[in-house]
């Protein structure tokens, strides 16, 4: 039973264009919705991350677009650069357990 | 890595062979997680601890053990290793806030059962 839903699995883009990944969770008492980065041969790193009383929140050309009746939540990389090449999960979580998705390979041409 | 240790970072070994694996944390976090990474299945869960002696399964804890003895210590052992538990592990923490479960990851194990 998979809880969180990620796609695409893989995504090509060019330079200076947008990145886009969706997840999608069933259980509505996930309360915090974090995104993780992954470079190979490291551990994750928190991204962004979002709570569900809010629609979207902006970082520097990150973006968090959250849709709670939906129980959908995005990341939009904005100006994407050939460094943002990596994996990227989603997560949801609540009370010290988080759930991820299964990760989608973003690749940025130059 | 947010002062988190894993050890060791590689190892190899043979099937029906006893492996632990060690997380050190210096951050004092009340919750310590171990996950598996393989190819098209993500991070999945294999224990976790709330505190020290407390320990809860995962989604894929079958042929794993834990242990929290002390709260920057959290080992994981595979009493007699599979070539399916061929993986990458991660050792995570957390400290659950009101702003959220952020977890915090070290470099990973990469473990190899031949």
């Known amino acids: 039973q998979q809880q969180v839903k990620q796609s695409p699995q893989s995504l090509i883009v060019q330079k200076g264009g947008i990145s886009i990944i969706n997840c999608a969770y069933e259980?509505?008492?996930?309360?915090?919705f974090p995104w993780y980065q992954q470079f190979p041969g490291k551990g994750p790193a928190l991204l962004i991350a979002?709570?569900?009383?809010?629609s979207e929140k902006k970082e520097g050309r990150f973006t968090i677009s959250f849709n709670k009746s939906a129980k959908q939540f995005s990341l939009h990389i904005m100006d994407s650069q050939p460094g943002d090449s990596a994996t990227y999960f989603c997560a949801a979580s609540n009370a010290g357990k988080s759930t991820f998705g299964d990760g989608t390979t973003l690749t940025v041409k130059p | 890595d947010a002062g988190i240790t894993q050890s060791p970072r590689h190892k190899v070994t043979e099937t029906g062979t006893p492996v632990t694996l060690r997380c050190h944390q210096t951050?004092?976090?009340?919750?310590m997680y171990w996950y598996r990474q393989d190819p098209g299945h993500g991070l999945r869960l294999i224990h976790y601890?709330?505190?020290?002696?407390?320990?809860d399964k995962g989604e894929v804890s079958d042929g794993y053990s834990v242990s929290r003895s002390k709260t920057e210590d959290f080992l994981l052992t595979l009493e007699s290793a599979t070539s399916s538990q061929t993986s990458v592990y991660f050792c995570?923490?957390?400290?659950?806030?009101?702003?959220?479960?952020?977890?915090?990851f070290g470099p990973g194990t990469r473990l190899t059962v031949l």
């Open positions: 259980n509505t008492a996930f309360d915090y």
């Open positions: 979002i709570r569900p009383d809010v």
């Open positions: 951050e004092n976090h009340r919750y």
């Open positions: 995570a923490i957390s400290e659950s806030t009101s702003r959220g479960d952020t977890q915090y």
């Open positions: 601890s709330y505190g020290v002696k407390d320990t």
